[in-house]
């Protein structure tokens, strides 16, 4: 990955994916919960540490699931791997494998699912017609993504991360993704051949406000402001200096001790049938 064309604008420093490895079906993929059944086949894309795609085996007790993820995370994969034996999980297997060329027939899975994936794909219709194609008729598509426009750090302590967010628009942009991607899910599921009468959008909030939340989620999103692929963009492109990067992590610290502070994020959910 070079600066000037990532492949993918998070990175894969462990201060961030770790922080991911807290994920659930219930706070992450509750829009798709009702739609399991015991013996499916899903395919989850773009796993990272996995947490999801293990307790989404537990939601198929009789199925099967396979998490996938690139080459550059093979590492975060292998300790997906140590995490499902720990946890005693034996229906789920981890492989590398590109979003855009998946290394399964057509109608493998029942369902094919992503969770904050496709907002850092340079193009998500592609990425919603593989996973169309290897779903089985009258499978379901699940893709859960924020939206860039739908961050808000409240108060004015968080004004610099806040213009932070606002940085991080312009670099997706100016890297080929769309910052506000979760407004777009439909859409692009049309475009990618799905009949809009089998579409069904769902949005979920979270809400960090007590100490705890804010001490979590500051952490998640400084090292996402100042440590992942965004930040050397954007700094390489001059839309933030190293002294802006600097106070955006400062004001971070404000925010997590301000009692006034809080931030909301919300999330859209598309779930497309075959
Ligand atoms: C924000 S993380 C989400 C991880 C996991 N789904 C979760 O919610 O905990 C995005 C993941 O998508 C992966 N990813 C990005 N582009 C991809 C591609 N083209 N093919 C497969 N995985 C991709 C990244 O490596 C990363 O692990």
Redesign the pocket.
């Known amino acids: 990955m070079t600066v000037d064309t990532p492949?993918?604008l998070?990175g894969?420093a462990d201060a961030i994916?770790n922080s991911?490895?807290v994920?659930r079906v219930a706070d992450?993929a509750a829009y798709l919960a009702p739609a399991l059944e015991p013996h499916m086949k899903i395919l989850?894309?773009?796993?990272?540490?996995g947490?999801?795609t293990i307790d989404l085996a537990r939601h198929v007790p009789r199925g099967h699931v396979t998490g996938?993820?690139?080459d550059?995370?093979s590492e975060?994969l292998a300790k997906a791997r140590a995490q499902a034996a720990q946890e005693g999980v034996t229906n789920v297997e981890f492989a590398v494998?590109?979003?855009?060329t998946l290394p399964f027939a057509d109608g493998t899975f029942d369902a094919v699912h992503?969770?904050?994936?496709i907002q850092?794909?340079d193009d998500p219709v592609r990425f919603l017609r593989e996973m169309r194609r290897v779903a089985k008729p009258g499978g379901v598509i699940a893709v859960r993504t924020w939206d860039l426009g739908l961050f808000t750090f409240h108060p004015s302590t968080a004004a610099p991360i806040n213009r932070m967010i606002d940085v991080m628009v312009r670099t997706f942009r100016e890297t080929g993704r769309e910052p506000y991607t979760g407004r777009n899910l439909h859409v692009w599921a049309r475009e990618a051949g799905f009949d809009p009468a089998k579409v069904k959008l769902s949005s979920s909030n979270e809400t960090y406000h007590s100490a705890e939340e804010k001490r979590f989620w500051g952490h998640l999103a400084k090292n996402f402001s100042v440590k992942s692929a965004v930040a050397k963009v954007a700094l390489s492109k001059g839309f933030i200096t190293k002294e802006e990067l600097d106070e955006v992590e400062e004001a971070f610290g404000h925010w997590v001790s301000d009692e006034d502070g809080w931030f909301i994020q919300v999330n859209m959910e598309l779930l497309a049938y075959v």
Request: glycine share 6%.
């Open positions: 492949e993918y998070v894969q994916i991911w490895a994920r992450s989850d894309v773009g796993c990272g540490p947490s999801i996938v993820d690139t550059a995370a975060t494998a590109d979003a855009f992503a969770h904050q994936v850092y794909v």
